[in-house]
């Protein structure tokens, strides 16, 4: 009899004669290498769609008549019943860190000793954490900052307390003023994505823990050493990643009134007291306009005498349409991270082995050579394109007065929600077709043979279905553009002479920006291949 070879086409990947999703009911949980197993890209009717919205919206957003809407509107989270007298209690940073430097401590200790092949610690630290984590700061801003294990740990061996972040330790040096940026946390988010992609990390249970140890190491010692919190601001490239998205999110720390903080003699929100260390990342939380290094750990509201300070609500991207200030670092992170996101997403793909395998083969260069090359190209490229559309900007727009590093540096900020929403797209698709996989490791998170709750050996389906988070991924980039496109039109109005002018000098940075959305709708539509989440 002749064989049967029709392909059975998997309604959770969309990939014909799937393993890995072929008996989620059955009794075996997915081999750790079934982690490289392909899923299906967006559909190109989809894709395309999403394409012709990105460039219909854009001119729509353009040519509107009228202002652009407001960002006064606020909702003071402290008329929340308890939550403030929750907040001013010693013990309130460390009562919630603790869940969190419990897990950590659970990586470390899966990663160092559990099993080498399979435990709960990869999945538990970038299919959940990593994933989830840009998904917190997008409708919680620096939330992660308040619940941080690194600088929960830190803080405990400094202060030798658990209710008190007064430094009983260290040496309290200055920083040093050269490096007082965000230059030296972008190096390391570099150098981790270099390992997590290059060597593979994510789907190592002790280099995960190495990782972390050394992460959580250099938080201590810099607590030790350094003034403040040195790591927090300079060197935590989570925080600095956190800080540049968070000033897309609906949730800030500010003053209740400015006047009181303007005629406050002791200024212990900023100084600290007996009781209290004042802002820990050198902030004048009386003047607070921007998320980017507030850490949300509230010891300004514990220091403050006044009670003068609140935790608000309010409408999104707040302090990108409200930017009047713009600084090299963070307009080169704005652009980093777009790179980053975008190349994450293109190694997953087959244009990318077929890439690598041309290099390998053309150059005679190694795997990691050539990998080290293409993500140095896939770094620069943006920043080189972005440059190249404020240079043009400039020419069309002669009148505006503006320099060409000036003109980037402004409008970088308009990439922030794109790079944003292409994250959450991507991480969308790891954390919904990967997360169940925490199931089966919940009853044996060491990999020893356990079963505490009657979940091992056992496989789940998805959390949501691939066509569900196809439409969500594009939806999402759509979104982060117009969003973008807002942003750029009200840098423009502040910062040209007329609309006529503005409009000029918009369209070269805006055809980049509609490149930068088609890519990512691009990315989406390529066969991945599913490892864990950016």
Not at 451 to 457: I, Q, R, S
């Amino acid at each position: 009899m002749k064989a049967d070879t029709t392909a059975v086409i998997c309604k959770y990947c969309g990939m014909p004669n799937c393993a890995m999703h072929s008996s989620v009911a059955g009794t075996t949980v997915p081999a750790e290498g079934t982690a490289m197993h392909r899923m299906a890209g967006v559909p190109p009717y989809l894709a395309a769609g999403g394409i012709v919205l990105i460039i219909l919206v854009s001119h729509l957003v353009l040519s509107r008549r009228g202002g652009l809407p407001g960002t006064r509107f606020r909702v003071n989270l402290f008329r929340i019943p308890g939550l403030k007298a929750a907040v001013r209690r010693p013990w309130f940073p460390f009562t919630l860190q603790a869940t969190s430097v419990t897990l950590f401590l659970l990586v470390l200790a899966t990663g160092f000793f559990g099993s080498s092949r399979v435990n709960i610690g990869p999945v538990l630290t970038w299919t959940w954490w990593w994933a989830l984590l840009i998904f917190l700061v997008l409708f919680f801003g620096k939330a992660f900052c308040s619940v941080c294990p690194w600088e929960g740990l830190s803080s405990l061996v400094s202060s030798l307390s658990v209710s008190s972040r007064i430094k009983k330790l260290g040496f309290e040096r200055p920083w040093p003023r050269r490096l007082r940026n965000i230059y030296p946390a972008m190096a390391l988010f570099i150098l981790l994505t270099w390992f997590e992609l290059g060597l593979d990390i994510t789907r190592s249970p002790l280099l995960t823990a190495v990782m972390g140890l050394a992460f959580v190491s250099l938080a201590v010692v810099t607590a030790l050493v350094f003034e403040r919190r040195a790591f927090c601001r300079y060197l935590c490239l989570v925080g600095r990643i956190q800080g540049i998205y968070a000033m897309f999110s609906p949730v800030e720390l500010r003053p209740d009134s400015a006047d009181v903080c303007r005629t406050c003699r002791g200024k212990e929100c900023y100084r600290g007291s007996e009781t209290a260390v004042g802002c820990p990342t050198s902030l004048f939380p009386g003047a607070l306009k921007e998320n980017t290094y507030c850490t949300l750990c509230t010891e300004c509201v514990r220091a403050c005498p006044k009670d003068n300070l609140r935790i608000n609500l309010r409408p999104f991207a707040s302090d990108l349409l409200a930017k009047v200030r713009f600084k090299w670092d963070e307009a080169v992170l704005a652009v980093v991270l777009l790179a980053l996101t975008s190349f994450h997403g293109l190694t997953m793909t087959p244009a990318w082995f077929r890439m690598t395998n041309l290099l390998r083969a053309d150059l005679g260069l190694g795997p990691r050579p050539v990998f080290t090359l293409l993500m140095l190209l896939m770094i620069l490229a943006p920043i080189l394109l972005f440059w190249g559309a404020a240079w043009a900007s400039v020419r069309l727009a002669p009148s505006g007065g503006l320099t060409v590093g000036r003109t980037f540096r402004m409008f970088a900020y308009s990439v922030i929600p794109i790079a944003l929403f292409y994250h959450l797209a991507h991480n969308s698709m790891h954390f919904f077709m990967e997360g169940q996989h925490l199931v089966p490791l919940l009853s044996d998170p060491f990999g020893w043979g356990w079963d505490l709750f009657g979940t091992a050996g056992r496989s789940y389906p998805p959390l949501l279905t691939l066509r569900t988070i196809w439409w969500m991924q594009v939806g999402l980039i759509v979104v982060g553009h117009v969003f973008g496109v807002v942003v750029a039109d009200r840098i423009a109005l502040r910062s040209y002479p007329d609309r006529r002018t503005a409009l000029r000098a918009l369209a070269p940075l805006i055809g980049t920006m509609v490149l930068y959305s088609s890519f990512s709708v691009w990315l989406i539509a390529q066969p991945m291949a599913m490892r864990t989440g950016m």
